[in-house]
């Protein structure tokens, strides 16, 4: 960035108040230094999540993994895995323009400044371990105008889609229905690329912080409830699950897929078991309530299913997907994820129990269709663009290094 904004430029210094390392822009903390991710253990090169305390994590930059920071290092546990390529999406709230607001001098101008130095970095990390990343771009979609130009910018970089908030009426923005939107969504369409909405970028955080709150503190009684930390964890995972699928009802509902048929979304980090009864509802309710006479792109031949079939991906990791379940759960529009390098992810021989177990009432073609087919058409990958793990390419710098 440039050095005219000072000390708005993000760093990560020392908060003596909370005894920890975090994210600053400006004299405001905006992020934990690493939220939920993988410890470093002495004496131990692997990735560790903390049992005894999980999903804490790490207070300290030398408590961090390496694979959270360096692309050759995540590479490694990659092929430790068995994965051959990963997408990368943000983990420091830049998909909201809530924090700038707190913050003196955090303007529009340095926003799109911030989120472009951001982008830049998310591709120069990608390309030091060639063909095992997917980077993808945060788009500043609070500012229009500048969101489209840095859907245009990107694009010729080489990022591989666009992420955003499914929620945008939370910030202080239009609902996904308005037609403010269109012009991001003919930007986004004419990529040929995916926007994406996170598992936490759908929820309002007001909402959120005070169900937490609640639930540790134990609500108007006051007395806290013993072993609050893992329980409001459990619920806030939930929560955010619950949120982008209403934020997935919603853009069904908004007309957006059904004006831009070939617009493809990616509902992250969310799960797809809840897909079969959403449509089978979605469905059962567009018959009879006939929504195509009022609003403006929706159509009576063109169900909440078929728009969901046509453009929507959703991603799999811990669920068991059984043949049955394909009925309303399209089988071209699942992707599979190691959510690494989040406490809740897959890791070792987990990865490989994903695959082979939980999905293993399914045919090979339908497991290699989630394992990696349906990833390369949502992102427009080619199979030159994947890159092989390190111990099957002898020409990678990670060759021999592998855990």
Known sequence: MASKWGEL????????DHQADEWYIGDHSVSNLALTVMFNEQNDDRPHRRKDDFPASPQFIEEVHPSSWDPVERA???????INMAALYPNLGLTSPDHYRLIPGATVEFQLELIAAFNDFVLSWAQRAPGRFIPLAVIPYWDLNGCIKEIERCVELGHKGFVMS????????????????????????ATNLPIAFH????????????????????????????????????IGVFKTFLDNIMATANLIMSG????????KFA?????????????????????????????QGLRKDDLPSDIFRRQIFVNTWYEQVRPDDLALLPVDNIMFESDYPHPTCLMDDEVSHSVTSLLSDLSEEDREKISYKNA???????????GRIARDDPRSELAGNTH
């Open 9 to 16: 430029i993000p760093r990560i210094k020392r908060n003596h």
């Open 76 to 82: 490694k546990v990659m092929d430790s895995y068995g």
């Open 166 to 189: 499914g929620t945008p009426e939370y910030h202080d923005c239009p609902v996904l229905s308005s037609r403010h939107w269109d012009p991001l969504w003919a930007a986004a369409n």
């Open 199 to 234: 598992a936490g970028t759908s929820t309002n955080v007001e909402d959120f912080v005070a169900m937490m709150e609640r639930e540790r503190d134990g609500g108007a009684d006051n007395q806290r409830i013993p072993g609050g930390n893992n329980v409001t964890a459990i």
């Open 256 to 263: 957006v897929p059904s004006r831009y048929p070939d617009l």
């Open 267 to 295: 509902i992250v980090e969310s799960g797809s078991g809840w897909v079969p009864f959403a449509l089978e509802s979605l469905d059962v309710h567009f018959k009879r309530y006939r929504p195509w006479e009022t609003r």
């Open 376 to 386: 390369m058409r949502c992102f427009d990958l080619a199979p030159g663009d994947i």
